[in-house]
């Protein structure tokens, strides 16, 4: 299994185009891979550009916080069958995968619409 974040430069979780950094962790090699965020720098189409690179790295769930996700980067994720978990507010990566099997208890497919990201 691919898990993947979007990370600030000090290691947090943050909405899919607001951190510097995607990091994905692979699960059956136990090792981190970690890239630049090709939405990061982007003015439009942020979010989308982010899921389409997480569907060319083969990821299979995304750590979100609320807002990571669009409508529109949500129904592509949905669309490509990925899985979602879930936080309530930022928290480090590390923390996240040192705890994996509690936080993979409450994997979904679902994100309810009130913690989708609405252009104001």
Do not use: W
């Amino acid at each position: 299994m691919r898990i993947a974040a979007t990370i600030t430069e000090k290691g947090y979780i943050e909405k899919l185009p607001d951190g510097p950094h995607i990091v994905i962790f692979d699960t059956e090699k136990n090792q981190t891979e970690k890239y630049d965020n090709p939405g990061y720098h982007l003015e439009e189409n942020r979010r989308s550009a982010v899921v389409d690179f997480l569907f060319e790295k083969n990821v299979d769930v995304v750590v979100t916080v609320p807002e990571a996700f669009c409508s529109i980067s949500y129904g592509k994720a949905r669309q490509k069958g990925l899985k979602f978990i879930r936080l309530k507010e930022s928290m480090p990566y590390e923390e996240v995968i040192k705890d994996l099997s509690s936080h993979l208890e409450r994997l979904t497919d679902n994100i309810p619409e009130d913690e989708l990201y609405k252009k104001i």
